[in-house]
């Protein structure tokens, strides 16, 4: 079983930065790549950044240059720096992790940017 706990989230100004953590505990065997997704009220959750095991990163185009995702593969904690943020990247965010069996989710954390 794997539990996933998100924070860091708040309210910020256009322009302004955050930075959100993921905390993994459970039973992990071994690095499983990790993720970030938001969704917004009415829409779809779409992935914003990824890690793979091997330490590999994807994002979304709408993120890209402006988001970083990192791991501390002591702490199993995932990391999302959120730079030069916009109103648009108003969400929930949710950390994800894949397993063998299944994927796990975290409960999200709010993100609000104000313009």
């Known amino acids: 079983q794997v539990q996933l706990v998100e924070s860091g989230g708040g309210l910020v100004q256009a322009g302004g930065s955050l930075r959100l953590s993921c905390v993994a505990s459970g039973t992990i065997f071994s690095i499983r790549p990790m993720s970030w997704y938001r969704q917004a009220p009415g829409e779809q959750r779409e992935l914003v950044a990824a890690i793979g095991g091997g330490g590999t990163t994807n994002y979304a185009d709408s993120v890209k240059g402006r988001f970083t995702i990192s791991r501390d593969s002591a702490k199993n904690t995932v990391y999302l720096q959120m730079n030069s943020l916009k109103p648009e990247d108003t969400a929930v965010y949710y950390c994800?992790?894949?397993?063998?069996?299944?994927?796990?989710w975290g409960q999200g954390t709010q993100v609000t940017v104000s313009s």
């Open positions: 994800k992790i894949v397993t063998t069996l299944r994927d796990y």
